[in-house]
Every structure is written in C-alpha cells, then in structure tokens.
C-alpha cells in the first residue's frame, strides 16, 4: 500500500513539473514574451515572471504559477515611467545585470526589472503609443 502511494506521488510531481515547464515554454514562444521581474515599490519582494507586451497592453504571468491567466494586466496609455536604476544590494533577488524602472500606473507606483537588452525594446514599445491614447 505505501508502495503504490509513493508511486502515485512521485507521478504527480512529475506531472505538475512538466505541465510548469510547458506553460512557461508556451509564455516565452510568443511575440514580445520576455523574462520580466516585478514588485511594488517599497517591497521587499520580487517576483520572477513573463511579459508579454504588444498591441496595448502588458501581461505578467507570475513564473512559479500554472495559472493561465495573467497576474497583472497594464495598460500602455496608463503606464509611465518615472525613474530608471541598476540592481543595487537591496535587490537580492535579482541577477547583478539588470536594469530596474519604476513605473506609474492606476493602482500606484511598481519597479519592474529586465534585461538591459529587454529595456530598449519595453521603452520603444511604450513610446510608440499612439498620440491621445
């Protein structure tokens, strides 16, 4: 009886790893999906995810999550940035290459961080915004 109980737990962990894994296959195959990470501002906490950006909006899919939908949903003509940074020692969390920018957006004010090749492309995409909209 324990055997058999092993066993279908171990094909369970199994099968939630691979489903985690194909999820974030799939997120990351899409045009403008790139590894983004996010917190609100004066937190401590940062939370690994993907963006997808395009059209106007910017999806984050939280990354340790099997959720299909996005955890957080921007819109481009509500979001601004105010200020942009290098990981400092505060931001344990993040890899020491990063670029960190303080976004504005309707619920307040958070901190996204990516990539310095990423940030080209997100500050391109934001600007781009068609004019009054």
């Not at 950006?53 to 819109?75: C, K, Q």
């Amino acid at each position: 009886m324990t055997t058999v109980l092993l066993v279908l737990l171990g094909v369970l962990v199994v099968v939630l790893a691979v489903a985690f894994l194909l999820r974030r296959r799939f997120l990351l195959s899409g045009l403008g999906a790139v590894t983004m990470w996010l917190r609100p501002v004066r937190s401590p906490r940062w939370s690994v995810g993907v963006a997808w950006y395009g059209g106007d909006m910017l999806l984050w899919y939280r990354g340790l999550s099997l959720a299909v939908r996005p955890h957080e949903r921007f819109s481009r003509a509500e979001l601004g940035v105010q200020a942009r940074r290098s990981a400092s020692r505060d931001d344990l969390a993040l890899p020491a290459d990063v670029v960190v920018l303080t976004i504005t957006t309707p619920e307040g004010p958070r901190e996204l961080a990516m990539d310095p090749s990423t940030v080209t492309g997100f500050l391109s995409w934001l600007e781009s915004a068609p004019p009054g909209g």
